[in-house]
DNA sequence: CGTCGCTTTGATTTACCTCAACCTTGGTGG
DNA sequence: CCACCAAGGTTGAGGTAAATCAAAGCGACG
């Protein structure tokens, strides 16, 4: 029974993109609790809180971030429906969850939530599984901060939300909530930067804007050429299976 | 018993700096198997590959890394005795593994270590643990990765080695076993600049070099500060004289 | 003692940041 | 219904941290 004494850290959770979420079982956990709203900028809970309890995101969406001494942040996730939130063996949260929309939220205390975890042999794989994924999304962002260029960077974020709302469409609209102090933010550049990429990108045909916070991709096979990966161009992403999933077409 | 159907995704591996290693029981599983060992620059195994086993660190150390198409290598951590490697439920390892050092592993099947972490409520909080100690690394390496200077970069991994080794000592001697490169690849940095910045760092006093892989850390304190995060002193860091370098007293 | 791999140091370039102005959009109230 | 405003977004000009290009040092090893 995840003891105690195991169980005395703090930190991390389950926030993920994971894009894929085959979690049903899991996040029926949750179906008796109620349902908590948030309204956008609002935030869940503050890095350092005590962490007592597990957050399943029925509706909207998150940003999870640290701010360093100086001011600076780092969006290091954004939540969608279907993640969850807070889970960790640590006892603090290490980092800030905000709304970016309004949100739904369901809440479990921490404590039940590794009991139930504990007890079923079904729900722990679901568990895991998603750790393994998020784990797998942080390696992939690393892997973005540490080398990728700007336009890369972009490309990049772009097509993990394309591919999420749509695994294949040829021109999928796609909505980008957050807003661009967000996406430099979790992308490791400026605003400034961010908006001269995306018009970079609109120039060369790749995306044209909806609105503010929608756009459609007209060029997915493109856009994932620019993001780096050896992904569609080179045979099909050499082995790498990439993380995510996704298929795409042309 | 992560059933088949859950376990068939590949990837991730619990590899940290897990700083923290209160894991005697985990690694008494891989009590009863052989002792591998790799000369250093060998892979233990490659980015695709089918992900077949799990493995403890024994002995030396290891790099963990991924490469772009064309060539760019992020290095996504640092593997020392203690630490597990292959962990996840992914069908190939999304990443290769390489011996810095000359290194002594022993293997599990991984199905079978599937079956006996789900059989033992004692081993699963602690791999659980290990799991969530990953994924805190991770955020902190993207935090560093998306918003710090390199001087910052430097420090920091510095800083995480020496309380690695020594949790306390005022001026502890600490190994650097990999070369420059790779802590640039590590850092988001070119080997030039992790250069240049160990040496500002000689300079100003903050470390001093013993051989080309060993150093001693004499200003703790000054090396929390550098490397950002509020750390040691914090409010002392509050200040922050300009993030960068500057040049600062004694 | 010469070669090879790694590291350091120096000069120059550049991608991105910073600073600053301007434009859009959506909400509000007159 | 429209004028105004604030917040968010775009665009431009210039600065800078780190990258890139280019040479040497420095050990280790045969």
Same mark, same amino acid.
């Given at each position: 029974?995840?003891?105690?004494?195991?169980?005395?850290?703090?930190?991390?959770?389950?926030?993920?993109?994971?894009?894929?979420?085959?979690?049903?079982?899991?996040?029926?956990?949750?179906?008796? =609790?109620? +349902?908590?709203?948030?309204?956008?900028?609002?935030?869940?809970?503050?890095?350092?809180?005590?962490?007592?309890?597990?957050?399943?995101?029925?509706?909207?969406?998150?940003?999870?971030?640290? +701010?360093?001494?100086?001011?600076?942040?780092?969006?290091?996730?954004?939540?969608?429906?279907?993640?969850?939130?807070?889970?960790?063996?640590?006892?603090?949260?290490?980092?800030?969850?905000?709304?970016?929309?309004?949100?739904?939220?369901?809440?479990?205390?921490?404590?039940?939530?590794?009991?139930? +975890?504990?007890?079923?042999?079904?729900?722990?794989?679901?568990?895991?599984?998603?750790?393994?994924?998020?784990?797998?999304?942080? =390696?992939?962002?690393?892997?973005?901060?540490?080398?990728?260029?700007?336009?890369?960077?972009?490309?990049?974020?772009?097509?993990?939300?394309?591919?999420?709302?749509?695994?294949?469409?040829?021109? $999928?609209?796609?909505?980008? $909530?957050?807003?661009?102090?967000?996406?430099?933010?979790?992308?490791?550049?400026? +605003?400034?930067?961010?908006?001269?990429?995306?018009?970079?990108?609109?120039?060369?045909?790749?995306?044209? $804007?909806?609105?503010?916070?929608?756009?459609?991709?007209?060029?997915?096979?493109?856009?994932?050429?620019?993001?780096?990966?050896?992904?569609?161009?080179?045979?099909?992403?050499?082995?790498?299976?990439?993380?995510?999933?996704?298929?795409? $077409?042309?």
């Amino acid at each position: 029974m995840l003891s105690q004494a195991t169980m005395s850290q703090p930190h991390a959770a389950v926030r993920q993109f994971a894009t894929v979420k085959p979690r049903a079982s899991l996040n029926s956990l949750f179906g008796g =609790q109620p +349902i908590e709203t948030f309204e956008p900028g609002t935030a869940v809970f503050w890095e350092g809180d005590e962490a007592r309890h597990v957050f399943e995101v029925v509706e909207g969406v998150l940003r999870v971030f640290r +701010i360093l001494s100086d001011g600076r942040r780092v969006i290091t996730g954004f939540l969608y429906p279907g993640d969850l939130l807070g889970v960790s063996l640590k006892e603090q949260y290490l980092y800030t969850a905000e709304a970016v929309t309004r949100t739904k939220l369901r809440r479990y205390e921490h404590g039940r939530f590794q009991d139930e +975890i504990n007890r079923s042999p079904e729900l722990r794989p679901q568990l895991f599984a998603c750790l393994c994924d998020e784990m797998a999304a942080a =390696q992939d962002q690393m892997v973005l901060l540490a080398r990728k260029s700007a336009e890369e960077r972009v490309a990049s974020f772009l097509l993990v939300i394309a591919r999420r709302l749509l695994g294949d469409e040829r021109q $999928p609209v796609i909505e980008i $909530p957050m807003t661009r102090l967000d996406m430099a933010d979790y992308l490791g550049l400026t +605003i400034e930067t961010v908006s001269r990429t995306m018009t970079r990108l609109t120039n060369c045909g790749v995306i044209a $804007p909806s609105s503010r916070h929608a756009m459609v991709v007209r060029k997915l096979g493109k856009l994932a050429v620019l993001a780096g990966e050896g992904d569609a161009d080179d045979k099909c992403a050499a082995g790498f299976g990439g993380v995510q999933q996704a298929v795409w $077409p042309n």
